[in-house]
Antibody, heavy 125, light 108 residues
């Protein structure tokens, strides 16, 4: 059964870079039918899509965060990663990684069918 | 960007009763809509995709309907484990993929 597990620092200083990794088990990041995404949720608020990546390295980012986001994939370790630079307190959130179903022919992304448990990242000095 | 608006923000329902949640899109998303359930301290769980198709393992009491800009999630007979926050998400136009603000279903 597919399992996603986020990891990374729980505390990041303002203006620094937030770095998270999602390890995938019970399945492969190279599966053709999926992108791999990051979604965040500030405390007590709703969900915000950050971006998604295909195993080939093709990415799509939320325009509101695009200038600060970099996603990468390591197929040898079956994991993918998120970097968000120049963080502020507004980036404090639970960060989830998730599997993003796609239409294989067009790479059009669909729903998120599997999620990690999430990891809280606090931005504070 | 397509804006998703959910109503009501909070819905108070007694166990065994029907719950009807609404999701409206700022422009047509055809049937490219998913619903998720999120319990406190947990990740969201996919309930419905393509507006009306239940995800694997989702009980039949959950049903989705609608197309275009108006969508509904119905829980036919609320069980204790159904009290949670529900989100809709569109995937017809991206980036960005966008979620609604959520509806909290609470015990009346």
């Amino acid at each position: 059964q597919l399992h996603l597990q986020e990891s990374g620092p729980g505390l990041v200083r303002p203006s620094e870079t937030l770095s998270l990794t999602c390890v995938v088990s019970g399945g492969s990041v190279t599966s053709s039918g999926y992108y791999w995404g990051w979604i965040r949720q500030p405390p007590g608020k709703g969900l915000e899509w950050i971006g998604s990546i295909y195993y080939s390295g093709t990415t799509s980012y939320n325009p509101s965060l695009k200038s600060r986001v970099t996603m990468s994939v390591d197929t040898s370790k079956n994991q993918f990663s998120l970097e968000l630079n120049s963080v502020t307190a507004a980036d404090t959130a639970v960060y989830y990684c998730a599997r993003n179903v796609i239409v294989v022919v067009s790479h059009r992304t669909l729903e998120f069918d599997r999620w990690g448990q999430g990891t809280l990242v606090t931005v504070s000095s | 960007e397509i804006v998703m608006t959910q109503s009501p923000a909070t819905l108070s329902v007694s166990p065994g009763e029907r719950a009807t949640l609404s999701c409206r899109a700022s422009q047509s998303v055809n049937s490219n809509l998913a619903w998720y359930q999120q319990k406190p301290g947990q990740a969201p769980r996919l309930l419905i995709y393509a507006a009306s198709t239940r995800a694997t393992g989702i009980p039949a009491r959950f049903s989705g309907s609608g197309s275009g800009t108006e969508f509904t999630l119905t829980i036919s007979s609320l069980q204790s484990e159904d009290f949670a926050v529900y989100y809709c998400q569109q995937y017809t136009q991206w980036p960005p993929l966008t979620f609604g603000g959520g509806t909290k279903v609470e015990i009346k």
